[in-house]
């Protein structure tokens, strides 16, 4: 006799769209740190209160972008664990690492 008539009440791999995202996010910290400060030695020239925008709104969104992507990949790991949220899991988990990827073409946009 089946105890649990309406199938398993937890995803056994709700671990694995976190744990994917944070295999990814982790080399891109490395990726996205050598990009931002080779960005912010950019604006020595010029220094911060005189820097046009163009340089400064990148260097400013680009930490930003970052710690979205690992709220985003935590966010998968605190959603419930049922196995219908396990879509939601995987978008959230998909959502931070491209956002955590974004910050190289987002630096790479940086010009006077």
């Known amino acids: 006799m089946n105890a649990n008539p309406g199938g398993p ?11 994917l995202g944070a295999s990814a996010l ?7 740190f050598f990009f931002y400060s080779f960005s912010v030695m950019y604006t020595d020239s010029c220094g911060p209160d005189q820097c046009p925008t163009s340089v400064t709104m990148p260097l400013t969104a680009a930490p930003v972008l970052y710690g979205a992507g690992i709220v985003l990949v935590l966010l998968s790991a605190l959603l419930p664990w049922w196995p219908v949220m396990r879509p939601a899991r995987i978008a ?21």
Do not use: K, N, Y
Not at 9 to 16: A, N, S, T
Not at 26 to 32: E, S
């Open 9 to 19: 009440r937890r995803d056994p791999r709700w671990w694995v769209p976190p744990l």
């Open 26 to 32: 982790f080399p891109l910290f490395f990726v996205d």
């Open 92 to 112: 959230l988990a998909a959502t931070g690492v491209t956002s955590g990827a974004a910050v190289v073409p987002l630096l790479l946009t940086i010009h006077r």
